[in-house]
């Protein structure tokens, strides 16, 4: 039952709902567009803010529905391989090559079922980096490194901290083409389309 819960989270998670708006919506393929990403903040840039929004939504519900996923057919342990699953899912899509987007939101989605009040923080500390920097990569990868400290300061249990330690340097690690532009100087701001 359990690999059978986890393939599932897997195919949730490669639902490229950027690549869908896009090709379906706007007639061209988001990995020829902007930064390249299959995401909502290249959506965002490429396509405007509702369909930007549309995407983050989706992408967070993929992560919901892991964790849901998870508790329904097994304990914690299940519940953060299943969420695991689902960002692996999104960053490497079975239906798109094995591309993919960064992971923030389907992340994001799975601690709002998990750890909703760490979240919040976490948006906290996300929204004042990208206000004060306009970046939304910079915002991602702080707001990801804070995050598994909010989850033990909330008193979450253990497989939620390893879960957000694990997804978070996913985030990171899927960040480094963001990271390498923010040290050249070349990164987009929010409000620049590409």
């Given at each position: 039952?359990?690999?059978?819960?986890?393939?599932?989270?897997?195919?949730?998670?490669?639902?490229?709902?950027?690549?869908?708006?896009?090709?379906?919506?706007?007639?061209?393929?988001?990995?020829?567009?902007?930064?390249?990403?299959?995401?909502?903040?290249?959506?965002?840039?490429?396509?405007?803010?509702i369909p930007g929004l549309v995407v983050l939504?989706?992408?967070?519900?993929?992560?919901?529905?892991?964790?849901?996923?998870?508790?329904?057919?097994?304990?914690?342990?299940?519940?953060?391989?299943?969420?695991?699953?689902?960002?692996?899912?999104?960053?490497?899509?079975?239906?798109?090559?094995?591309?993919?987007?960064?992971?923030?939101?389907?992340?994001?989605?799975?601690?709002?079922?998990?750890?909703?009040?760490?979240?919040f923080w976490a948006f906290l500390i996300w929204?004042?980096?990208?206000?004060?920097?306009?970046?939304?990569?910079?915002?991602?990868?702080?707001?990801?490194?804070?995050?598994?400290?909010?989850?033990?300061?909330?008193?979450?249990?253990?497989?939620?901290?390893?879960?957000?330690?694990?997804?978070?340097?996913?985030?990171?690690?899927?960040?480094?083409?963001?990271?390498?532009?923010?040290?050249?100087?070349?990164?987009?701001?929010?409000?620049?389309?590409?």
């Open positions: 039952m359990w690999l059978l819960a986890l393939v599932v989270a897997y195919l949730i998670g490669s639902i490229p709902t950027a690549y869908v708006v896009g090709r379906y919506l706007y007639g061209f393929d988001i990995r020829r567009r902007g930064s390249g990403n299959v995401g909502a903040t290249n959506t965002l840039r490429t396509m405007g803010t939504g989706v992408d967070a519900l993929k992560g919901v529905l892991a964790v849901l996923l998870g508790q329904a057919l097994g304990g914690p342990v299940l519940v953060i391989l299943a969420a695991l699953m689902a960002i692996v899912g999104h960053n490497w899509s079975i239906f798109l090559e094995f591309q993919g987007g960064r992971g923030v939101a389907t992340t994001a989605g799975a601690l709002l079922a998990m750890a909703p009040l760490a979240l929204l004042a980096v990208v206000i004060f920097s306009r970046y939304i990569s910079l915002g991602s990868i702080v707001a990801a490194a804070v995050a598994p400290f909010l989850v033990i300061y909330f008193h979450r249990p253990w497989p939620y901290v390893l879960f957000t330690f694990v997804a978070a340097a996913l985030v990171i690690y899927r960040h480094r083409p963001n990271i390498k532009r923010l040290l050249a100087g070349t990164e987009h701001k929010l409000g620049e389309r590409s």
